[in-house]
């Protein structure tokens, strides 16, 4: 597989994250077992697996939830700078590694407006220009302007995942598909260099998916990295760049969609022990069966 | 829509028979007899021959035949049958509040038979059942003008409530002004005298103690019962520097402030990890442990004798006495008028007007800054703000300390106010009232703390002829606001800004 992997380097976007040897152990149970991946920039990675493979997991110790056992996790920004992000803390890694991120289970300020949640997520850059609170308090005009800005660069995001109408409700007044793209106008208002999406299309109709893979595609095609942990096959096998397969914790395939699509160990690991290679690869995912499985 | 399908089902049922509502009344009677027997039924007197045992089996029966009709008719009420229950009730409020206030309407001699007919001696109880029985009619009333209150599903009612908050917040744009200029306006309002405008000080205290709760409560979402701590430490560090090194009231002021924040981030650290319950524990201890500390750190805060002889504040340097002790100018003297010992009430109710107003303002302005926005972000989900990176740790930090210094300027005040401070005056219950006053304000609302305010702290002290049953009036106030407002008298989040102003 790595050899695989070697050859194509050549030809594709150079690397954004380099996962190496990433272990983590809850009690007697090995939730990452030795896993290396990379991502790249412009490119979504997917990182695909049945329930319990560690997905979310490695997700958590990206982005500072959990600090990992062994392994490296080294992150290249643009301009050269390197971040180790197992040393990091949880927040340091958002503000300054530019890693943001969506949850499984959507969390956004559920009382605050639409426009609130995405000036929360520029937090750090208002902070700088309200001087700490107290310019801000005086009302001095650098901050007035970088409101104007933060509003600007919301106001963008509004647009693209076409909630500009709704831009002053409650959060949690929004319908489900909303929320979700909201909670990824959030987190790239915080303009990340690599972004972590939980399951987006989780619960998304067929068309709201396919609205969801013109989004991403529009961000990756900006520069910034996607990793993408997703159940939904049409989703996964459309947009993603590059695989990787996780199972029990281990990573057991990785490559480019229609090579992970025939590959044997990931049908085993989805369908069971038995031999079924012959099963139409559609039926692949554990959710075969749902709507929007169309690869 | 279950809940209404369903009453309309109750609707086409057939009423309740005779037995299942007289069933129900004879257990509520049992109840009450189960309660009251020992606790009433039996009584100890101290009599000349030593303690003896004295029965009050009356008022036990009294109370199960009360419980027993006022069952029945809820039940009925229940079982929409308002048409009965309306005259029922009435009536009964009627007879009851007649034969309280028979002296009143019949002179002396009829009221004392008509208070002898009464099952209780205590007028007060018999007043709680006659308000219950009318309030019980009321209900039977409204019941038979709108059916449709009863249907109403939890969603419409919260709907109504939301509404009202919004309706609220639109008045509230001229009654905010309108109360601040009664505010500033009330010590010379005419009836305005030394009394009121003491209640008027208190009230004002507890509103500033309110909206600086309210920072840390209302907005960041970090339940603190220990934020009389905070006051303590204000009044304190006055009191301290005040008589130790007769440091005038205005140095004093933003120190008070600075410490009791200091104190508000020693508190934040440990707690930086808890939430919710956990959070609320530890705080209640830090708030004990200041009051136990001031008890007993003997040497420094003279222990439970507190510390008086405090400086008293001076407008400016010109203080409120009839004579300067060296012959300088003092207050009236400075301004040419007569002396008068209301003049220093007056500067001590605009004094704490003041700071209240500052508290407000800073509150006001700060939601619109990125750290406030963070407060509330934080309230919301603390995991979606790491992720944003925003650290938890300072936000929480700044949110403690914050709240805390307003508590200190509160405190030097009533320092500077009472002349003495002692631990007494900063038991658990103040950081209680205080936090109800937030929650019954509605979390977050400026102008719900001011009403809660008036409310809970106003109006007791106004009815403090009630004596012990101011008590009992003020839980009552606290389960009905509970009752018809359950998110606060005035809950509504008013956005910190707008796609639609902005374009």
Redesign the interface.
Known sequence: MASVEQNMSAERPPVLLDVEHLTIRFGGLLAVDDVSFQARRGEITAIIGPNGAGKTTVFNCL???YRPEVGRLSLRHPNGAEFLLERME???????AGV??T?QNI???????V??NL???Q??S??RA?G??AL??FGARR?RDA??EA?EL??LW?DKVGL?PQ??WEAGNLPYGAQRRLEIA??MC?RPVLLCLDEPAAGLNPRESHELNLLLEGIVGEGTGILLIEHDMSVVMEISDHIIVLDHGSKIAEGRPEQIRNDPAVIRAYLGEDDEAEIAPDLLPDQAGEEGIRP | MTAISASEDRLEFSHLRLGEIVKQGVLAALIVVALTIGLVGFRTVDAAGGLTVTTRFGDVIAAAVIAFIGRILVVLLEDRRARLVAPVAGALAVLIFIMLLGSVLFGDNVGRVLHALLPFNDPIVMWIVGIAAAVLSIRAILQLRSTATEHETAEAREARATRFAATVKKVSIFVAPILLVLAIVFPFLPGVDRRLLDIGILVTTYVMLGWGLNIVVGLAGLLDLGYVAFYAVGAYSYALLGTYYGASFWICLPFAGIMAAFAGILLGFPVLRLRGDYLAIVTLGFGEMIRIVLINWYDFTGGPNGISGIPRPSFFGLPFERTAADGAATFHSFFGLTYSPYDRIVFLYYLILVLALVTNF?TL??RK???G??W??LR??E??????????RNTKL?AFAIGAMFAGFAGAFFATRQGFVSPESFTFIESAVILAIVVLGGFGSQLGIVLAAVLLIGLPEFFRELQEYRMLAFGGAMVLIMLWRPAGLLAH?S??????A?S
């Not at chain 2, 956005?495 to 639609?500: D, I, K, S, V, Y």
């Open positions: 982005t500072g939830f949880g927040h340091h890694i958002a503000r300054d943001a991120r949850f969390r956004l300020f559920q009382r605050m407006t426009l609130e000036i929360v997520a937090h750090n208002l902070m309200s700490y609170t801000g308090l901050y409101e104007a509003v919301a106001r509004l500009t831009a002053d959030r987190a915080t | 800073f302005r700060i800054l990125p750290i926005r963070a509330e972000a919301e989900d995991i979606a703000c790491k992720s944003l990176g925003i650290s938890p700044t989040r956005p910190t800004l707008l796609l639609g902005k």
